[in-house]
C-alpha cells in the first residue's frame, strides 16, 4: 500500500497505461478540467473519472471544485515510492552488468 493514502497502491494505480498517460499530461500542466481531459481520450467521461479516482485514492491527483466543473492537479510525491524501488533494481543491474563486464575482460586477457 501507498505512505500517503492506504486506499490504493501507488503501483496499482500507475499499472493501467491510461492512467499513465493522465499522469503525464496532468505533469504538463499545473490544473486541467475534467473536460478538458476527457478530451484527449477515447472513452467517455466517467471512464476518465474512474481512472482520475482510482490516480486519486493513491494520492497521485487532487482536485478541486472550480463552479460546476472539477479540475485536477498532479500531487507527484507519491512517485517518490516507484523511484526508489526503480533505484534499488537500477543498482541491482548496474553491479550484474559490472561483474559481466569484468568476466568479459578476465576471459580476454
Known amino acids: 500500500m501507498s505512505e500517503n493514502n492506504p486506499l490504493r497502491d ?3 494505480a500507475i499499472a493501467d ?4 498517460r493522465l499522469i503525464r499530461l496532468l505533469s504538463e500542466a499545473e490544473e486541467i478540467p475534467l473536460h478538458d481531459l476527457t478530451e484527449r481520450f477515447s472513452m467517455g467521461r466517467t471512464a476518465v473519472s474512474k481512472h482520475l479516482n482510482i490516480l486519486k ?3 497521485l491527483v487532487l482536485d478541486r471544485k472550480a463552479g460546476r466543473e472539477t479540475r485536477y492537479r498532479l500531487n507527484a510525491a507519491p512517485l517518490r515510492e516507484i523511484l526508489a524501488w ?3 533494481y537500477s543498482k541491482f543491474w548496474d553491479t550484474n552488468m559490472s561483474r559481466l563486464n569484468q568476466l568479459f ?3 580476454e586477457e
Open 10 to 12: 501507488v503501483f496499482d
Open 17 to 20: 497505461p491510461t492512467r499513465r
Open 57 to 59: 485514492e493513491a494520492g
Open 86 to 88: 526503480a533505484a534499488f
Open 105 to 107: 575482460e578476465e576471459e
